[in-house]
Each structure stands twice: as structure tokens, then as C-alpha cells.
């Protein structure tokens, strides 16, 4: 893996572990300030390198998945994050940005264009919600979760007093989703948490937590005996028509009943922001309530749809940030954490001080490399600084300070968690005829799944909603299981009885065999699924699809050489040596065998290679691919031309060669194949594209192509006789691309009941629609049955 891969990946899984914290469990352990540059340096990473960005990287998306204490939603239109400035400089450059987007920039380098009309609010430090009104009666209320399923917490927002059950007045739409957030007011906040004391509970640590946690409550008397509050700031789906500017709409919803900011303005042009940022800034500690920031919207409704959407952020809104705020404590001591991939992390434990009204003891230093840039040791007195006003980091040592008795930070030679021992990960980079190792700035346990805190994160992936998809299986579950030893991979959760499960905390007979019927009904899992549950590095969901699509057989991936997988769409060498040597290890043989054996899983969609691959390959390709020292695309060619086979270049002499190359390629192909292992290997590669029938030589079939290929479908309103998820997948299996939105180039789209926006655009545009039971019936006409 080259060095730039292994960095993207770390980046990758700490983002992701970071978003599940603060998402999920309402425990974030990072400064949003360390979070945003673990962020900015993976999009740059990602810029730099279009070829490895993946759709399940944090940059694609929003972070967070729903509790499975709660049903789900599935939002219609996805509640997307935003970008955030930082610097003045960083809004001057998002509004040229703006500028050019709409057409109107006009000014010189410097932002002299015309000036854009933005809304400002505040942004609120609490929980993103959406309010479901049918009819103006308020139907669903539902959390962000991962931008596109959320939790249902129905019962819980109709606690809140400022959330309207009904609309006011007259003229709202028969659907409107307000979207907005539900925070806790700081006196609220704060005589909670003397209750809460009083009554020898569970205090909370800042008003955010308190929020989200009262919010997730399964007993809604307890929702309502928060003092909470909702605060719209724009909407999401919406059948009928809305005033056409952001502060309009806005103006509308508030009297509808719906509550806005009372901070809401109007700001024309960049200057005019900013000078609405510093006023708020400092009236900041005096507000009724935590903020962490301002957002400043483009205004024009109109001008926001032609500005459009990254993957994961509106170009046409941002969050501009609020300084973190620092404070000066004693490293008490440093201790080591292990994550799913065997990441051996240090944590800083701190006396405890309060930093922006929040006492802080802990603090992440990521890893050796940083503790090293920092120069941080045991006993130093170090800055901490909650940026965003949330979680906390280590930020720079004092070292006039340091104590005489200060330890350095020493790595554990064993793993904390299992004693195996911990290695620094080895960076190895792959190019024409050689191979460099560097050391890698992670050091890893190596007990894999004998290490309980790697076991139980790759048992929590295995059974994710879009891995296995296991029902019941939560976080807490998994973890009991592999404490009381019943399980120690995934092959064992197809092992368990009634009398295993039903002993767990939590679970009746009900329980028990809902859950072992939810295990059962994961036993045909499509091939796709299952090559993702399995947790290969580097492997996501997409090129999990890709593999499924391509090879059509579990076998054929286990056996495929790292260069046979290159012929595959968007699969480099590192990703497929990773692939190669997760198959190759005997554990991990054991596993899938068990899994498919004495587990009777039975994987669907397996069949033939598709017809794309065959006979895909090339002699000089594959000799390319062999990265022969100074040989390129055009000497390979030429060197396929010369002598007709493998057998043929392998077997030339001298002179031969010479006819073929200059004397310099010449010389380093043959004493490339002088070497038996790479003669060896070469043929290897010939023979598994014999078998596969991706030779050159092998039958080339016919490429008519899946009958969807280069078609956009939409799904829209809810599905009775399969997921949206299912349909999306039935969907890409006949080549068919799934968006999220509804455009002029959109095929078809598929409205389900409730649909609502998306079915009403698709109407204007006249794009073809099918409702569920027309969708069956050609999915049926394709052979595919529901």
C-alpha cells in the first residue's frame, strides 16, 4: 500500500470511529478542531488522488447510523452536513466561490463582484431533526442519523413545547418536512443537572449531550421532563410551493407556528457577514443558549438549486466557526486504546479542567508520531483546547514547565487488551521492478481476532445493516458475547442456541428468537454483501459491488492474483494485493470456510465471469503489469508483437530481444525472467486468465451490456414488498445508476406511497413513472424476482 493510501485509510476508519462517537453514543472524543483536520487533510489527500476516493469515505458522506432501539426513516431528501470557514479569508473565499458558481463574480482577484444576498442565523450546538407535517399535523419526527436514515423519535418530539402538533393559519403544503435543531437553553441545562444531582443521577456534560440524550430517551415522560427546545432553519422534502428566498421561507414557516431565530438577518455581501459574525461573537456568552458558529446561507432559493451540491455539502452554505477555546492542565498519564483494525492509540489522561464550561480529563493524541511532533511527556503541562466547544485535544506542550520526574511516552510492547505482541505497520510501495518499505506512523496489535477489542469491532461490521444485516445484533449484545466467550468470530453467531442468547442481559424468549430468526434470514446473503461483511481492508461497499459484478464467484476472488484484479474497474495494485492477502491468510480461510459450510450460508447472484471481462486481457498489457524495470505500455506492446505468447518472450535470446528493444530494455527484460520467480509468476498470471477466461485467447462473448447500462433511476415514497435498499441493489444489478434526485436526465422513477417532491418534479420534467407494482413487473421481464 503506498504511503498515501495507508494515510487515506487511517484517516478513513479515525473519521468514521469519530463520527460514530459523536453521532451515535453522544460521546464525542476529539476537538471538532482535530476532527476538521483529520477532514480538510483526507479531502486534500482525495483531491490529490481522484482515484481513491470511495463512496463510504467520511468525504461522501455524512457521519452517524441510526440506533436500532428506534425504527427508521428514511429521509426522502437527505439532511446533509456543511462546510466550515474558519478564517475571514476562508467565507471571502467560499462567497468568490459562490460568485463564480452563479455567473455574477464580474470583480477582480481580490472579491470586488457583485454582492450576494446570504441569510445568518447561529448555529446551534444540539441535535439535527426533521418534522414530518401531513396535512399541517405534525406525523414523523426523525433524527439526521447518516444524512440518509435516521431514527424515529415520533414520541419524543411531540414533547417538546415549542414543537407545533399542528400548523397555524392556512396555506402550507400537504407535505412539509421542517428541518431544524433541538437544543437544551443553558439555565434549562443547568438545573437539569442540579436535579439530576439531587436525585443521585447521571449529570451531563454540556448542553449538547443533555440535548441528545433526552432526546433518544425510549421512555418519552422522560423527553418531556427536559427542558427542551426546537428551532427551524430551513426544510426538506415539500410538495406544494414555498416563498422564493431563504429569510421569506423562513418567515412563512414562523407563522405557521413553526420556531425560528430570533438572530435571523439578512446580509448583503461578504463584508456584511462578517460583521454580523463578529456582533454575535460577542454577545455569544450572553445568549440563552450554546452556539458554535454562524451559517450563512445564499438567500435565493433559486440561485441555491443552480449552486447545487457536493457529495456530502451544499455549495451554497456554510458554517463559519467559532476560535476554540484553551486551557492549561497536568498530563497525568498516557494510556493505550485498540480499535477494529488493531490501530494501538494513545490517550491522554489530564487532570481534570474546565475548558470552555466543560471539565475535560481525557484527550486522544492519536498516535507515536504525534506524541513525538509534540515532544509531549508524562507530567508536562499541556494546552488543551475544545474546538467548536465540544470535544478536547492536546494541542502543544510547555516545556518551561516540565517536572524533573517528567516519563517519557513509551508504546506498550504488548497489546493491553489480548498481550500479543504490537508492530509498527511497514508502508510498502510498489513500482517498476522494486519494492520500498518505510515504517508506517500506526502500530498495530497482531492478534487480529484473538484480540477481543479487534474481535468485536469486525463482529459489529459483519452484522452492519449493509453487511449481513443482522437485526438485534447491537453493540452491546456483541460485546457480551464475546465477554462470556460465546462467540469468537463470525462463523460462531450462526452457532448460537436460545439458551446462549436468552441467558444475555436484556433478552426474554421474544427477544431471543426474533434474534435467531434474524440470523437464519441472513443465510442468503448476495455475493456483494457478503464480500463486504467480511471486512477486507480497503474494500467498501462499492468496490465490494465491483468485485461481485466483475468475478460473479467467491472462488474466482479468493484465487485472484493482485494483478489479475487491476483488469477490474477502479481496483490499483494496493487495494488488490490487500484483497490477495486477506484471502490468502489460513484464519480468515477457516472463517469463510465455516461460514459456508457448517453454517450453510448459501451466497446469491454467482454465476458466470461477466461477459465485459472476457477475453479482456492482452499480452502487452499483462506484461505491463508485470512491471518490468523500464518497460512501459509501449515496449510491452512491442515486445507482444515480436514473439506472439508468454512462452515466446520468456524463451527469446538474446539477439531476439535485441530485435524487439533497445539494448537497455532489452537487457532488463531478460534479466528480469532470469529470475525463476518471476518466470513462475508470469505464467501464474497466464493461467488464471486461462482459467477465468479473461485470456487473450480464451472465447470472447458477447457484450450486450446490462439491460439498464447508462440509465438513472430514482426511488422515491416507501416500498411494500422490498427495501429501497433491495430495489437500489436489484437496480444496479442490471447497470442501472440510483440518484438521489430527479433531473433531466433521470430514466425513470419509482414512487412508492407518500412520494412526494421528487414524484412532483418528475412530472414537470416529464420523466417516466412506475409505481411499485409496474417496478415488479420489469424487474420480473429482467429474470429478477423480488
Known sequence: MTDVAQRIAELRNELDAHNYRYYVLDEPSVPDAEYDRLFRELQALEAEHPELVTPESPTQRVGGEALSAFGEVRHEVPMLSLGNAFEEDDLRAFDRSVQHGLGVSGGDLFGGGAEIEYSCEPKLDG???????????????????????????TSNVRTIRNVPLKLQGKGWPQVLEVRGEVFMPKSGFEELNARQAES??????????????????????????????????????????????????????KAWGVPISRELKLAKGVEACLDYYRDIGQRRM????????????????????????????????????????????????????????????????????????????????????????????????????????????????????????????????????????????????????????????VYRCVGRLS??????????????????????????????????????????????????????????????????????????????????????????????????????????????????????????????????SFFEDAHNQQVISALLGECGLELQDEGELSAEFSAVATLGGMLDKLNIPTVGPGAAQKLAERFGSLEGVLNADWLDMRQAL??????????????????????????????????????????????????????????????RDVAKEKLESLGAKVAGSVSAKTHCVVAGPGAGSKLAKAGELGVKVLDEAQFLDQLKAYGIEA
Open 286 to 441: 450572553s445568549l440563552a443558549y450554546d452556539i458554535d458558529g454562524v451559517v450563512f446561507k445564499v438567500n435565493n432559493i433559486e440561485d441555491q438549486q443552480q449552486l447545487g451540491f457536493r457529495a456530502r455539502t451544499p455549495h451554497w452554505a456554510i458554517a463559519h466557526k467559532f476560535p476554540a477555546q484553551e486551557e492549561l492542565t497536568e498530563l497525568l498519564d498516557v494510556e493505550f486504546q485498540v480499535g477494529r483494525t488493531g490501530a494501538v492509540t494513545p490517550v491522554a489522561r489530564l487532570n481534570p479542567v474546565k475548558v470552555a464550561g466543560v471539565m475535560v480529563a481525557n484527550a486522544t493524541l492519536h498516535n507515536m508520531d504525534e506524541v513525538a511532533r509534540l515532544g509531549v511527556m508524562i507530567g508536562d503541562t499541556v494546552i488543551i483546547r475544545r474546538a467548536g466547544d465540544v470535544i478536547p485535544q492536546v494541542m502543544a506542550v510547555v516545556p518551561e514547565r516540565r517536572p524533573r520526574n517528567a516519563r517519557p511516552v513509551h508504546i506498550p510492547e504488548q497489546c493491553p487488551v489480548c498481550g500479543s505482541a504490537v508492530e509498527r505497520t511497514q508502508l510498502v510501495k510498489r513500482s517498476k521492478g522494486k519494492e520500498s518499505v518505510s515504517e508506517g506512523s
Open 127 to 153: 441535535l439535527a431533526v426533521s418534522l414530518r407535517y401531513e396535512n399541517g399535523q405534525l406525523v414523523r419526527g426523525a433524527t439526521r442519523g447518516d444524512g440518509s436514515t435516521g431514527e424515529d423519535i
Open 200 to 253: 443521585g443521577g447521571k449529570t451531563f456534560a454540556n448542553p449538547r449531550n443533555a440535548a441528545a440524550g433526552s432526546l433518544r430517551q425510549l421512555d418519552p415522560k422522560i423527553t418531556a421532563s427536559r427542558p427542551l427546545e426546537f428551532c427551524c432553519y430551513g426544510v426538506g422534502q415539500v410538495s406544494g410551493e414555498l416563498p422564493g428566498t431563504q429569510v421569506a421561507m423562513l418567515q412563512q414557516l
Open 662 to 723: 533497445p539494448e537497455r530494455q532489452a537487457k532488463a527484460v531478460r534479466e528480469f525472467f532470469d529470475q525463476a520467480a518471476n518466470a513462475q509468476r508470469a505464467r501464474a498470471i497466464e493461467q488464471q486468465l486461462r482459467e477465468f477466461g479473461m485470456h487473450w485467447q480464451s472465447e470472447k462473448k458477447v457484450a450486450e451490456g446490462l439491460p439498464l447500462a447508462g440509465q438513472t433511476w430514482v426511488l422515491t415514497g416507501t416500498l411494500e414488498v422490498m427495501s
Open 451 to 580: 484480540c477481543q477489542a479487534q474481535l468485536k469491532q469486525a463482529i459489529i461490521h459483519f452484522v452492519s445493516r449493509r453487511a449481513m444485516d443482522i437485526e438485534g445484533l447491537g453493540d452491546k449484545t456483541i460485546e457480551q458475547l464475546v465477554d462470556e466467550k460465546l462467540i469468537g468470530s463470525p462463523a460462531d453467531l450462526y452457532k448460537l442456541s436460545f439458551e446462549q442468547i436468552i441467558g444475555l442481559e436484556g433478552f426474554a424468549e421474544v427477544s431471543s428468537n426474533k434474534l435467531l430468526a434474524a440470523i437464519e434470514n441472513s443465510k442468503r446473503p448476495s455475493l456483494a454483501r457478503f464480500i463486504y461483511a467480511l471486512g477486507i481492508p480497503d474494500v467498501g461497499e462499492e468496490t465490494a459491488k465491483v468485485l461481485a459484478r466483475s468475478l460473479a464467484s467467491l472462488a474466482r476472488v479468493r484465487q485472484a492474483l493482485p494483478e489479475v484484479l487491476t483488469y477490474l474497474p477502479d481496483i490499483g495494485l494496493e487495494v488488490a494485493h490487500e484483497i490477495h
